[in-house]
């Protein structure tokens, strides 16, 4: 018993170190920056400007990044395609690229044939608002298609089977039984998705640019006032997007939290 | 009538080849077999969520070999029994409602009086995961029956439920095949449940089906020894026929001697000079009383009883035969056990009946 | 499943005609932003167009700019970004317009609580110094040449306590208070005015002043527009403007103070600095 309090103990104190030390992260911000600044800041047209830009292309991001992952998690998960393990791991590259590579890549990419085609003819993405979200779904997506199949992994397929037998195509049976099951992974997935948007700044800086009040998210605008020595502005855009990350997290335990169980 | 020609399959590591069954309307047919020799993959062939390699599976003389599952009018129940979580007792029985493009309003009556069969009545507004193994599995039940499948699949139902609770569900499925009457296939490893609830059983090991037929005929004359172990015969041997003429068989086993056997239509084909594997259940041993004499013709084994283990209501012995390293595990009532005051290290004397014994040549 | 279609697409359509194209695109180095912010705002009220510009590092805004092939005017913070572009052959050389000048400095804490007088101030022990890395940053490279000019290279060289990475990082360093004395430019004072403060060194001992250039980019798609914002950039308006934000706007005042420096020009680095050694 003794050895077992003693490893609680230990475990204990490593985690409300951890905790404390992103704590003082945070609060070491406060030695820069006062209330008043802070209160300037939200009043600045420029930055409302930012605040909003970055929520609204997140969420765009996150609605389509759903659209896309959520069939392409279970196609990994349940088909038999061929070359399924290359897809798969070919997903992961994403996700372990520096954000400045994929964005320097989507730069070339717009300047190919193809690429000026699309830019002239569909949708104008560089140094655009498209561009943002483009480029930060990409981003996203591997990470949204990962959650997602893991969880689509667990749920057992005889679910599927026993709808089958009782009449659903596969379509309805994906819709009227997976889906209501997966409820808190789309979930899940929506939230961090958003986050990792939210924060996404070297690919969304090399193919939007940091353009005052057409591209300027709020991690650009961290950047640009970082740029600028504005030490200030900096931290308490900090503060902003520290607190818009919070929320977001906060939310997502709360949701998850109602789990369903399942045999 | 259910029908499955020639059906071969290969899934992975799994294969199958040339597998027929036949199953009359309204017949209750058990599937009867080791855990892991495929019979899951086979019930899903059957469902129509794998892909057949050869064969066809005809329903009522319509081929739905290349029909998709949701059009072939059989109900599945996995052996999880795939009760969908979020969903409501009530909603999981109706679900097959939707499918059919009936409304809910429509399907309710009919879930009423269905889970008023099963005995769920009271538990249709509760969530799956809150109820109890027995409950669960007439709820699974009454989804697959209530629309009127053509043929009921049900893998391995009982093997996720309690002994007593097991009992009563195969003594409930048993009086609802009878109201019902559905045709059925059902897929298990337990033999006495197997028995109690076959019309038909098919014996099915190494991938193939050894034995057809009805309870009694497999489970007292299996025609193989695999088929006989499986089966529960636990005292196995081989021996070679010395004597044969068309009302006895008799076999010499070295350390145990001859053994007569009662010709029929089973063994009457065995002919002197072969060798064939015999084999007696553990219950249809005879332990004799010390004073008691016996006759060749019913076959007496003497030796020792060297080992005994006591169970709740019957007991095991451990018999050496002679001077052999051979033994027979004989199974007596309680109450014989008293009578016959048996003790470990006691000589004794066995008789094997005659009609009891089996033999096979493979 | 309707409903979500309509929303769907109404929003992907309010993005696209939410766009209003641009008439001239600017890629600057992040330095020049308070002025040319200003005078962007400006100019384009005068001409009624639209004007944007994207900042980040010169190097870094110039690399998109190669790779798109967009763009209309390079505004980087230092010359030698613009040899760069020059090399590349992505600019049009004969339209390059000086706009500032920019004399290296020593720049200190606020009130020099170290008491760094002169250059040789910084060999003292206990005295933290930052500069540039020299191959990607401008100031950093003229601080070697200052170095190297007064032959304190090699004794200094082992004592810089940080290599920044960024012009705007280094003065940064200096404003949080990590180091004690950067070498840096004569406006950092006017970024960070209540956290540094200058000491000038003496014209003997600079070499080099550089300057802010800007140019007409090739893949320009508005050239007149973009020669006459050249030209409104070198104005008496936004040279006063510059001249607000602590620039120095004429080389004869430049000269003040370093009279026989060269102006702009490549320095190449010491062997020994230079990668991989």
């Known amino acids: 018993m003794k050895g077992e309090r003693g490893f609680n103990f230990s475990i204990s104190v490593l985690v409300v170190l ?23 800041a939200l009043f600045t047209p420029d930055i409302r400007f930012a605040v909003k830009l970055s929520i609204v292309t997140a969420a765009a991001v996150t609605v389509i990044s759903i659209f896309i992952s959520v069939p392409s998690a279970y196609a990994l998960s349940r088909l038999n395609i061929p070359l399924k393990g290359v897809l798969d791991t070919f997903i992961d590259i994403p996700i372990a690229l520096s954000p400045v590579a994929i964005g320097a890549m989507v730069l070339m990419f717009l300047n190919t044939h193809t690429g000026r085609w699309v830019e002239e003819n569909v949708l104008q993405f560089l140094f655009e608002i498209p561009g943002i979200i483009l480029v930060q779904a990409i981003i996203v997506i591997p990470l949204s298609i990962r959650i997602l199949k893991s969880h689509f992994d667990t749920v057992p397929e005889s679910y599927e089977l026993v709808a089958r037998s009782l009449g659903y195509s596969r379509t309805a049976s994906f819709i009227y039984v997976v ?63 520290v607190f818009i990350a919070l929320l977001n997290m906060v939310l997502i335990r709360a949701l998850v939290g109602k789990g369903i169980k399942y045999d | ?120 009545s009271s ?91 009805k309870k009694n005929e497999i489970y007292f004359h299996p025609r193989t020894r695999d088929a006989a172990e499986f089966l529960g015969f636990r ?24 053994i007569w056997i009662e010709r029929n239509f089973r063994n009457s084909e065995i002919t002197v000079g072969e060798r064939v594997f015999w084999g007696i259940r553990p219950e249809e041993i005879r332990i004799l009383r010390g004073d008691t ?10 030796g020792k009883i060297i080992n005994l283990f006591e169970k709740a209501f019957s007991h095991t012995l451990i018999f050496k035969i002679g001077a052999t390293d051979n033994h027979f595990e004989i199974e007596i009532p309680h109450m014989a056990y008293r009578k016959l005051q048996i003790t470990t290290g006691m000589a004794a004397t066995v008789e094997l009946s005659v009609e009891r014994i089996w033999v096979a040549r493979k | 499943m309707n409903g979500y279609r309509k929303i769907f697409f109404s929003v992907f359509f309010l993005f696209i005609s939410y766009h209003v194209y641009a008439d001239l695109l600017i890629f600057a180095g992040s330095a020049v932003k308070p002025p040319l912010d200003e005078i962007a705002k400006k100019y384009s009220i005068q001409c009624d167009c ?101 032959g304190m290279l090699d004794r200094i060289w082992n004592k810089i306590a940080v290599s920044v990475e960024s012009c705007e990082k280094v003065a940064a360093v200096l404003a949080i208070g990590t180091v004690d004395a950067i070498v840096g430019w004569n406006v950092f004072e006017k970024w960070h ?57 004429s080389e004869i005042e430049a000269r003040k103070y370093a009279p026989s420096a060269k102006l702009g020009g490549e320095y190449n680095l010491p062997e020994k600095l230079m990668p991989g050694r």
């Open chain 3, 193 to 249: 005015s209540e956290r540094i403060g200058t000491v000038w060194l003496n014209p003997s001992e600079i070499p080099r002043i550089a300057y802010i250039p800007v140019v007409v980019s090739k893949f320009s798609k508005n050239r007149d527009l973009a020669l006459k914002f050249i030209e409104f950039l070198g104005s008496e308006y936004s040279l006063e403007i510059f001249r607000n934000n602590g620039y120095i706007t």
């Open chain 3, 50 to 150: 639209k004007i944007n510009v994207s900042y980040g590092g010169s190097g870094f805004v110039l690399s998109q700019m190669e790779l798109s092939e967009r763009g209309d005017i390079y505004f980087p913070a230092s010359p030698d970004f613009m040899e760069k572009a020059k090399k590349k052959k992505i600019v049009l050389p004969e339209t390059e317009k000086k706009i500032a000048y920019l004399i290296p400095v020593i720049n200190v804490q606020k009130g020099n609580p170290k008491g760094i007088k002169t250059l040789a101030d910084l060999e003292k022990p206990g005295i933290r110094i930052a500069v540039g890395n020299p191959q990607s940053v401008c100031i950093g490279l003229y601080a070697v040449e200052i170095m190297e000019y007064n």
């Open chain 1, 18 to 40: 951890v905790v404390g030390f992103y704590i003082l992260l945070f609060l070491s911000s406060f030695a820069i920056v006062s209330f008043g600044e802070i209160k300037t």
């Open chain 2, 235 to 258: 005292n196995i041997f081989q021996g070679e026929v010395i004597k044969a003429d068309e009302t006895k068989l008799c076999l010499m086993t070295e350390g145990i001697g001859n």
């Open chain 2, 123 to 213: 538990l249709m507004k509760r969530f799956p995961h809150e109820l109890s193994g027995g409950e669960r599995q007439r709820i699974a039940l009454a989804r697959a029956l209530i629309i009127k499948p053509k043929l009921l699949l049900l893998d391995e139902p009982l093997s996720s439920v309690d002994p007593p609770v097991r009992n009563q569900l195969q003594y409930f499925i048993k009086e609802l095949h009878g109201t019902l009457g559905f045709t059925s296939l059902h897929v298990t490893h337990d033999f006495q449940e197997a028995f109690l609830l076959g019309d038909v059983v098919s014996l099915l090991l190494n991938g193939k089906i050894q034995q057809t037929g």
């Open chain 2, 293 to 302: 004499k016996s006759e060749e013709r019913n076959n007496p084994v003497s």
């Open chain 1, 179 to 241: 889906l209501p099951l997966s409820r808190n992974a789309i979930l899940a997935a929506m939230l961090t998705s958003f986050a990792k948007a939210l924060g996404e700044f070297g690919a969304t800086v090399t193919v939007a640019g940091a353009i005052s009040n057409k591209t300027q998210t709020l991690p650009i605008s961290i950047f640009l006032s970082l740029s600028n020595a504005d030490l200030n502005m900096t931290f308490v855009l900090i503060m902003f997007l």
């Open chain 2, 1 to 120: 009538m259910i029908e499955i020609e020639s059906l071969g399959l290969k899934l992975g590591e799994f294969t199958l080849t040339d597998f027929n069954l036949k199953i009359k309307d309204g017949e209750y047919y058990v599937l009867l077999g080791p855990s892991g020799v495929g019979k899951t993959i086979l019930l899903e062939t059957i469902a129509g969520f794998h892909k057949l390699r050869w064969g066809r599976i005809l329903i009522n003389g319509t081929d739905v070999t290349h029909m998709p599952p949701e059009k072939r009018d059989i109900a599945f129940v996995p052996q999880t029994l795939g009760l969908f979580p979020h969903l409501t007792v009530e909603e999981n029985i109706i679900f097959g409602a939707k499918a059919k493009h009936i409304k809910v309003k429509d399907a309710l009556p009919d879930a009423k009086r269905f889970s008023g069969i099963m005995g769920i």
